[in-house]
């Protein structure tokens, strides 16, 4: 994309989301968006949680992805506090496999929404699509990069055999 200044924010709830939020990352480089990736954690920084949400827009973010695992509060508080749409990331926990995770994130009450993905490397990777297919409302050059995607997905589908 033209400049280097971030319109997407990565931020996750602990350096152990790490694994999980490197899949968002990844998408987002391989199509050029300009992004940040930051732990900011509902619990342990409550107050650089705030600042976070609050200095969002101003700074330029046109999209947050949000990733946390076990008491998700993460996205929800965000999005409490921003206008910056905030695309949610269950992070599959130790003790509950990411059902804890889900439901924290997916059971917003109406009036705050959060877009909620898949648990884990799934989630997060579409929540980086999401985000690419928002901006490429907008920017053509991104629009056909992700049509191109889409099209080389579908013809590996095609030519994919089964080890029979
Ligand atoms: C959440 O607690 C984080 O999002 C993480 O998924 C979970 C566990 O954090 P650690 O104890 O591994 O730092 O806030």
Redesign the pocket.
């Known amino acids: 994309m033209d400049n280097d200044k971030p319109c997407v924010g990565v931020i ?3 350096t ?2 790490w694994d999980t939020m490197k899949a968002a990352h990844e998408v987002l480089d391989e199509f050029g968006v300009a992004h940040e990736c930051k732990v900011v ?1 509902a ?1 342990r920084t409550p107050d650089v949680m705030r600042d976070y949400a609050h200095t969002a827009d101003q700074r330029g973010l046109e999209i947050i992805i949000a990733g ?3 008491a ?1 509060h ?1 996205p929800g508080m965000v999005a409490a506090q921003t206008l910056v749409p905030v695309l949610g990331v269950p ?1 599959k ?1 130790r003790a509950l496999n990411g059902l804890d995770s889900l439901l924290s994130i997916v059971q917003m009450p109406g009036g705050v929404p959060t877009a909620t993905f898949a648990i884990g490397n799934a989630g997060a990777r579409n929540a980086a699509l999401f985000a690419v297919a928002m901006l490429a409302n907008t920017r053509p050059e991104l629009r056909n990069a992700l049509a191109e995607f889409r099209q080389k997905q579908a013809e590996k589908v095609e030519n994919d055999e089964l080890p029979l």
């Open positions: 996750m709830g602990s152990s989301d954690s619990h946390a695992g076990g998700a993460l992070v926990s």
